[in-house]
């Protein structure tokens, strides 16, 4: 089975319609990076105790950077059709801004297929991390705009969102 798939059909569905994880096996190994980003908006408080380091479950923010890292690593348990990849970086920031927290995470590899899920995942898996941790001061936290923001490598190139 090739990557190459005709533009009329998905690179996920075999001949007979049917779920396949794509071969990636006859593509380079290429160094590959992918920058995602999100937040988390959070109330007053809940800002006022991630800055005066009050949250009660203790740090926040490190265990939410923890989590996010732990997040690409799986990446493949948790999104179906993701390839098994070695994850050469993985590099997760959390700013308090008075809005919330935005999550950003960069990771880097050295293989066949690119880390833009493994990017997106390490944010989503901050982010619930971060609500985990302050959910008892603020049960209303929301996740927000996960994204793509670049992506490096492979055979399309670059990527940077405008």
């Not at 732990?70 to 948790?78: E, I």
């Amino acid at each position: 089975m090739s990557d190459a798939a005709p533009a009329t059909r998905l690179s996920h569905l075999d001949e007979a319609g049917r779920a396949r994880m794509v071969d990636v096996s006859a593509k380079d190994v290429t160094v590959r990076t992918a920058r995602a980003s999100g937040r988390v908006l959070l109330s007053a408080e809940a800002v006022a105790a991630l800055r005066e380091g009050r949250v009660p479950k203790g740090d926040a923010l490190a265990v939410a950077r923890i989590a996010g890292i732990q997040g690409a690593k799986r990446t493949p348990d948790l999104i179906p059709l993701c390839h098994p990849i070695g994850l050469h970086g993985v590099a997760v920031d959390l700013a308090v801004e008075d809005s919330g927290v935005l999550v950003t995470a960069e990771v880097r590899t050295a293989d066949r297929t690119g880390v833009e899920m493994e990017a997106l995942t390490s944010v989503s898996i901050a982010a619930l991390a971060l609500i985990d941790m302050i959910k008892s001061v603020d049960k209303g936290a929301v996740i927000t705009d996960v994204r793509l923001e670049a992506k490096d490598g492979g055979k399309s190139g670059s990527w940077r969102r405008s």
